[in-house]
């Protein structure tokens, strides 16, 4: 299976800590989003990639959170001194921007959960 | 703010065709409707995605009215691993902004 996998796929850590979520797009995907979804409700738009280059960032991504893309490949998301409300499920999409409409698809997502 | 409003939820004997309705009264010319479904705990699963005709792939067709303001996602034959929540998202081919704007959706439940 070829699709975008997410590591680790589920994260419980403690309030303060740091923690590091992986991304790996379709190959040949030059653009990659990340997302963010609580209980109950559809996924919120975070950050978004085309190649290396982070484009856009939602105001929900405060000063604690960093995303990268280093080469254009992976993608890293990292949430600083986590809290309580950081608790969710962050989603990874991937899309190509060739022909077409450039359809987004999803990771399994990486479930955090902090205590 | 999401730009389509679906119902909360639907019910489906299973076997049955499941129809799901999707209201966008306010799209506009280069907008297209894009549905994904997501089961428990999982990703959105992307389906399928449509400009002005109707589309038809291995897993659904999409109908979309004259005046595209509504539309319609049809399973043609539901399975009880089609119970999840299916999104109506639409969202502008080309826009400097790439995000996809999700609303609630609507729980389908397939019933034996």
């Known amino acids: 299976d070829t699709g975008v996998s997410q590591n680790p796929r589920h994260k419980i850590t403690k309030r303060g800590q740091n923690v590091t979520f992986r991304c790996d797009p379709i190959?040949?995907?030059?653009?990659l989003y990340w997302y963010r979804q609580t209980l109950g409700q559809g996924p919120e738009f975070l950050t978004y990639?085309?190649?290396?280059?982070?484009?856009?960032k939602s105001r929900l991504l405060s000063d604690r959170f960093s995303a990268e893309r280093p080469k254009g490949s992976f993608s890293t998301l990292e949430i600083q001194r986590t809290e309580q409300g950081d608790s969710a499920m962050y989603l990874c999409a991937s899309s190509f921007s060739g022909v077409g409409t450039d359809t987004q698809y999803f990771g399994p997502g990486t479930r955090l959960t902090v205590l | 703010d999401a730009k389509t409003t679906q119902p909360p939820s639907m019910d489906c004997a299973e076997g049955r065709a499941a129809n799901l309705p999707c209201n966008h009264s306010?799209?506009?010319?280069?907008?297209?409707v894009y549905w994904y479904r997501q089961i428990h705990s999982q990703g959105p699963q992307y389906i399928i995605h449509?400009?002005?005709?109707?589309e038809t792939n291995e897993m659904a067709s999409l109908i979309i009215t004259e005046d595209r303001k509504s539309s319609t996602l049809i399973l043609p034959h539901a399975t009880l691993r089609d119970t999840a929540v299916y999104y109506c998202i639409v969202r502008g081919y080309m826009d400097s902004n790439y995000q996809l704007i999700w609303g609630a959706g609507t729980k389908l439940i397939i019933k034996p």
């Open positions: 990639f085309q190649n290396e280059a982070q484009l856009e």
């Open positions: 306010t799209i506009s010319g280069n907008e297209y």
């Open positions: 449509g400009l002005k005709n109707n």
């Open positions: 190959s040949e995907h030059n653009r």
